[in-house]
């Protein structure tokens, strides 16, 4: 086991930012963190606080203000522009879009590194690119145009060009951001067999917490004034993502990583039921501004049973009953604070 | 699974049977093309007497006009053509704008200027007849860096503004700046320095000296040399600058190395030839809907092939085979070109991408 987690990325006290005219702009205190071979690392943090920014220096396409990075104990600055890119692969925000190259092609600039002055494919890198295009499940593409390719079909294919490159190390700036739900799972889903299946260490970018908490190894928190790092539980543990919504009307909840917003609560409700049913209805209450309690007082709701099919809002006086969470909310929302 | 992986290989690493087609189907017109360039001219030669007056001296009239005059004019028109397109399709990469090209983003213009100043600042001795190998030399390198100094500027705006359409103009307002500079110079210049630059300005591919079409030849030469180097690099910046940067391309190096071919390639012809319009923006276009490609080591040997049938075909048309008067040849290449560009245009009106 210790064999396995190899540290392939160390940062030491890294100063990220731009340099403008004689002015060092840097944009956060010096970071410190690593990373073992074979992890699935998710960078977070608020927009513009300099997730890119990082990603891009640790890329080596921008200048650290300061600091170290190691790729396997060896200095960034001492890796030539080919080294590195035999290391590390980037996929930005960006969106690749040029006419008339196919998918094959856009896989195959991926060899860059490996190929010789004129970037002659051989057949050991049609080889690779053909085992890249597999694992990324885009063989069926490889004629097609990238123009006419789908979102998430392009993110496949940039990510077969970056395995491609054959680099231990991938960096992705928001991988997921412009695709839909199902198209975010499947892009994870890949990226989390990479780790595991291929030893690729993937740090990304990402604003979907729950994702991030949900399948990485390991988060790095970036704060305004600090960098935290840790596997998703410990920093639950902490409250650590409690920092990233200090100024604002989203509410955490570090118990099973959901978000709510802070409202001023209408007043309690008991719950009486278990099971998947109680989960939804608890949030449907809560998302009509009240807060469950524990202990039974009035009023109280009934979960639809094998005796009783109705949601069941008990008052002191009356009994109400609806046959959806929908008609119990709008009722909860006019009535109750009249009726009880 | 040995068989199928050779199967793999024909479809995808050795250019398909269809390029290979077009390939030949393309040297084939250039050929043709440049015998017909030399058949056909304002005197009407038979075809008999030109192939007489190539292979035998007979020191007849007709020899002096084919080899003197027609096979030059021939053969300046076809590095022309390969110059202009190659350097071209080398911009619309770069800058990664369909639109790019040494005319419209006024690279042309910079090279004018370049000899400007060669032809109306320093000496009256200068004339296009009568300089010497070495004042070609000299001229040459003034449009060079006439050229390469107007990429530049280009350059820097175009890291700051991401807007195609916002750099065409600006280039518009670069080339009609310098041509405000060259006529002001034209205004404090003397009368023979004034004529020399003016014969200049009309330009056309048949007035170039021996020496001229010497040193076009060399400068296109090298140039065409290092456009073939930089075919893995072009490829790259496709990509955009970061992920080229990202795949290991020292990006800084490869737009140095672009630039100075490209300032060859459209400089040398802008020395000699005057500024022709749109062989450069169009003949890339038509090579990318030729091989449905955006490999460069297939998109150079195609432009250079097809920017030479264009421009072998446009002083075919110029020299108006039948009569005797002569068309301007950058009347018929903007004839050519412009029907093309309108094409790219309206094809993806959404101009965010490169191309």
């Not at chain 1, 979907?208 to 399948?215: E, H, K, V």
């Not at chain 2, 320093?122 to 300089?131: A, E, L, Q, V």
Request: proline share 3%.
């Amino acid at each position: 086991m210790k064999m396995h987690s190899k540290e392939i990325l160390s940062l030491e006290s890294l100063k990220i930012g731009y340099v403008s005219g004689k002015n060092e702009n840097a944009l956060l205190p010096p970071l410190t963190a690593f990373a073992n071979s074979g992890e699935l690392i998710a960078v977070i943090g608020r927009n513009g606080i300099g997730k890119s920014t990082l990603l891009r220096t640790l890329t080596g396409l921008q200048p650290a203000l300061g600091g170290e990075i190691f790729y396997n104990a060896r200095n960034i600055r001492e890796y030539t522009r080919m080294e590195l890119a035999q290391k590390v692969g980037y996929i930005s925000t960006e969106i690749v879009k040029v006419s008339n190259m196919r998918v094959y092609d856009l896989v195959a600039l991926g060899r860059f590194p490996h190929t010789n002055w004129i970037g002659k494919i051989e057949l050991n890198d049609h080889e690779i690119i053909l085992d890249a295009l597999k694992k990324t499940s885009m063989e069926g593409f490889r004629k097609k145009f990238v123009s006419e390719l789908s979102d998430g079909e392009r993110q496949r294919s940039m990510i077969a060009r970056i395995l491609a490159q054959d680099t231990s190390i991938m960096i992705m700036d928001e991988p997921t951001a412009f695709l839909d739900v199902a198209g975010k799972y499947e892009i994870l889903h890949l990226m989390h067999l990479l780790s595991r299946n291929s030893g690729k260490t993937i740090i990304f970018s990402t604003h979907d917490l729950q994702m991030a908490i949900n399948q990485s190894d390991k988060i790095w928190l970036i704060l305004g004034n600090k960098l935290i790092e840790g596997a998703p539980e410990d920093l639950m543990i902490a409250g650590a993502f409690d920092h990233l919504f200090d100024s604002s009307i989203v509410l955490f909840n570090s118990e099973d990583g959901t978000f709510s917003f802070k409202s001023d609560t209408k007043g309690t409700i008991y719950i009486d039921g278990e099971g998947d049913k109680r989960y939804w209805t608890e949030k449907a209450v809560n998302r009509a501004g009240f807060t469950v309690s524990k202990e039974r007082t009035f009023p109280y709701i009934t979960l639809p049973s094998n005796s009783n099919l109705c949601w069941q809002l008990s008052g002191h006086s009356i009994i109400q009953e609806f046959s959806s969470i929908y008609e119990l909310i709008l009722s909860l929302s006019n009535d109750l604070i009249r009726s009880i | 699974m040995k068989t199928e992986t050779k199967k793999d290989l024909s479809v995808e690493l050795i250019p398909g049977r269809n390029i290979r087609l077009i390939f030949s189907g393309l040297l084939l017109l250039v050929l043709i093309f440049f015998i017909l360039d030399i058949l056909f001219g304002s005197v009407s030669i038979k075809a008999s007497e030109v192939i007489r007056a190539i292979f035998t001296s007979t020191g007849s009239n007709f020899e002096t006009i084919v080899l003197r005059f027609r096979l030059p004019k021939a053969i300046t028109a076809l590095t022309v053509g390969v110059a202009l397109s190659l350097s071209g399709l080398q911009m619309q990469t770069v800058f990664r704008n369909p639109m790019a090209g040494p005319y419209v983003l006024g690279i042309s213009s910079g090279a004018s200027l370049g000899v400007a100043f060669v032809i109306l600042g320093f000496s009256s001795h200068i004339t296009p007849d009568n300089i010497n190998e070495l004042g070609n030399w000299i001229l040459v390198a003034a449009s060079w860096a006439g050229a390469g100094a107007v990429m530049m500027l280009i350059m820097v705006i175009s890291s700051k503004i991401k807007d195609i359409m916002t750099i065409l103009i600006l280039g518009i307002m670069l080339s009609s700046g310098i041509s405000a500079i060259v006529i002001i110079m034209q205004y404090f210049s003397n009368e023979t320095m004034l004529k020399a630059y003016v014969i200049w300005t009309m330009g056309s591919l048949g007035n170039l000296t021996a020496s001229q079409l010497n040193v076009l030849l060399i400068s296109v030469s090298a140039g065409v040399i290092l456009s073939l180097f930089s075919s893995k690099m072009l490829n790259a910046l496709l990509l955009g600058e970061n992920y080229a940067g990202s795949i290991g391309l020292n990006v800084r190096f490869a737009r140095i190395v672009i630039f100075i071919c490209t300032s060859i390639l459209a400089g040398s012809v802008t020395a000699f030839c005057g500024p022709i319009g749109f062989i450069g923006i169009a003949v890339p276009h038509i090579a990318r809907i030729l091989f449905k490609t955006s490999d460069h080591k297939i998109l150079i040997p195609g432009t250079i092939l097809i920017g030479g049938a264009v421009m072998l075909i446009s002083d075919i048309i110029s020299q108006l085979p039948g009569s005797e008067n002569v068309l301007p040849v950058n009347a018929v290449t903007s004839l050519i070109g412009i029907p093309v560009v309108i094409w790219v245009i309206l094809r993806n009106k959404k101009y965010s991408g490169p191309f």
